[in-house]
């Protein structure tokens, strides 16, 4: 699967247009570092962030803090109500690879509507 970076979030790492490539390995642990795609319930759009802090409970099982690289806070703002973290349930996909701006068509269209008027 692969997905475009639609803000700046993740600058500069990743920038706006992107096109990310995602792997679906469930079965592997998500460490600290790694970027995921994640989806919050209620919300249309996948999240791609950075897992900067791993959470492992006594029974085992593990959640993890997500944060933009250009963003001054974590995402406990963006998860749904009184969640303050995600689960491997929520992820999506794994950033393994990208083409710079390659989205950035797609991105204007959407932007200015009025361009796809005029092509």
Same mark, same amino acid.
């Given at each position: 699967?692969?997905?475009?970076?639609?803000?700046?979030?993740?600058?500069?790492?990743?920038?706006?247009? @992107?096109?990310?490539?995602? !792997? #679906?390995?469930?079965?592997?642990? $998500?460490?600290?570092? &790694?970027? *995921?795609?994640?989806? *919050?319930?209620?919300? @249309? $759009?996948? $999240? *791609?962030?950075?897992? $900067? +802090?791993?959470? &492992? +409970?006594? #029974? =085992?099982?593990?959640?993890?803090? !997500? %944060?933009?690289?250009?963003? &001054?806070?974590?995402?406990? =703002?963006? /998860?749904?109500? =009184?969640?303050?973290?995600?689960? %491997? +349930?929520?992820?999506?996909?794994?950033?393994?690879?990208?083409?710079? /701006?390659?989205?950035?068509? !797609?991105?204007?269209?959407?932007? /200015?509507? +009025?361009? %796809? *008027?005029?092509?």
């Amino acid at each position: 699967p692969f997905l475009f970076v639609c803000s700046g979030s993740m600058e500069p790492a990743f920038h706006r247009g @992107d096109l990310l490539f995602l !792997t #679906n390995f469930h079965d592997d642990p $998500i460490r600290a570092g &790694e970027i *995921v795609v994640f989806k *919050v319930e209620g919300r @249309d $759009i996948p $999240i *791609v962030h950075r897992v $900067i +802090k791993i959470h &492992e +409970k006594e #029974n =085992g099982d593990i959640k993890f803090l !997500t %944060k933009g690289d250009n963003n &001054e806070v974590d995402d406990r =703002g963006l /998860y749904k109500e =009184g969640q303050n973290w995600l689960e %491997k +349930k929520d992820v999506v996909g794994r950033a393994r690879g990208f083409l710079p /701006y390659v989205g950035m068509v !797609t991105i204007i269209m959407n932007d /200015y509507p +009025k361009f %796809k *008027v005029c092509i």
